[in-house]
């Protein structure tokens, strides 16, 4: 399939990317059977996606959790249109994005989805103001347009007063927030982010993860997020947790704590009671099996799940004790 059905069309017109604001909403997001091997030469082969599959609705923001080298980026990748599977499928809305041309995967990258990189990209010879207002060249979004817009932009992110500062010339959490704002230049339905906290201190990465909920709370986006940090896992509607280039959970972030506080202290200790009472759930899953009120396979399901949970939360806590 070469041509786009209708669905996506309205995203490739420049006019609809407005001098102020956010107009254009989250779509949903399926992912099927998603396979992904790297092969390197014939005899050395990476698996790193190996059957994934969960959906992203609308408006929502999701985050996918797991170890270094556990898939995080190849998935995203994927989904971002930047990289193909091996197999499996990538829906966006309605549209097989794994089977179009790579015409159309340029547009799709330009209009549809904004990415946050791991290594950020910035461009360094380009203002901050200049690498926010790029993207809406390529789209052929009208001059004038493009300047207010990349002004406003700058201004969300809490950095109108750095617009002419090169990307050396601003910190990593200001760096940070304006490839965000590369991200949003022409009102995508749908943002990308792979560890966009990883190299903050607490303070940016909660800046940061604020406005990325926002974009899907107070403007209907739909955000995908990677990350090993615990504070995005609690501002979110689902985690999916990758493991070896499987999924092996997915939670609400609620099922990892609850954090009112921004103290890590206090967060530590949240995380300690949350993790004793999995502990006091397992023995109690174990004595109901004993006494032959479950099935071996009601057991095993639910005796996976929370070992999963188990780890992550251990993970989580080890993450903020460092
Ligand atoms: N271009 C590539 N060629 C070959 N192998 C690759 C390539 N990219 C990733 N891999 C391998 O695929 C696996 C998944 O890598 P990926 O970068 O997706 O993990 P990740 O979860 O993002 O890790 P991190 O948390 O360190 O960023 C790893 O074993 C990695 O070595
Ligand atoms: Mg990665």
């Not at 549209?95 to 159309?104: A, F, R, Y």
């Not at 280039?245 to 997915?250: E, T, V, W, Y």
Request: charged share 25%; glycine share 6%.
């Amino acid at each position: 399939m070469n041509k786009i059905s209708g669905s996506l069309d309205y995203l490739f017109d420049p006019r609809r990317v407005p001098p102020k604001g956010f107009f254009t909403k989250g779509l949903d997001i399926e992912v099927k059977d998603l396979f992904k091997t790297y092969i390197i030469t014939p005899e050395i082969q990476v698996k790193a996606l190996r059957g994934v599959s969960f959906k992203v609705v609308k408006g929502s923001l999701s985050v996918v959790i797991g170890p270094s080298g556990s898939g995080k980026t190849t998935l995203l990748n994927i989904i971002g249109c930047l990289d193909k599977p091996t197999s499996g499928s990538v829906l966006i809305d309605t549209i097989d994005v794994t089977s179009l041309n790579e015409k159309i995967l340029e547009k799709i990258r330009l209009s549809v989805i904004g990415f946050v990189f791991q290594s950020l990209n910035l461009i360094p010879i380009l203002s901050a103001l200049e690498n926010v207002a790029l993207p809406m060249i390529a789209f052929n979004v009208p001059r004038e347009v493009r300047i207010r817009r990349a002004k406003w932009l700058l201004n969300e992110v809490g950095l109108s007063d750095r617009a002419l500062h090169k990307p050396f010339e601003l910190s990593g959490g200001q760096q940070q927030r304006v490839a965000i704002a590369v991200s949003l230049a022409n009102d995508p339905p749908i943002v990308i982010a792979d560890e966009p906290t990883a190299e903050l201190d607490y303070e940016n990465a909660v800046r940061v993860m604020e406005l990325l909920w926002k974009l899907s709370v107070e403007y209907g986006k739909t955000i995908l997020v990677s990350t090993h940090d615990y504070r995005i896992v609690t501002k979110s509607n689902t985690v999916f947790r990758l493991e070896d280039g499987k999924l092996i959970d997915i939670y609400k972030p609620t099922e990892f704590v609850e954090v009112k506080s921004s103290k890590t202290s206090e967060i530590t200790d949240i995380l300690r009671k949350r993790l004793s009472r999995v502990e006091e759930d397992i023995k109690e899953l174990v004595s109901r099996y004993s006494r032959g009120e479950l099935s071996l396979e009601d057991f095993n399901r639910e005796y996976s799940r929370l070992r999963n949970l188990y780890d992550a939360l251990r993970e989580l806590l080890i993450t903020i004790s460092k």
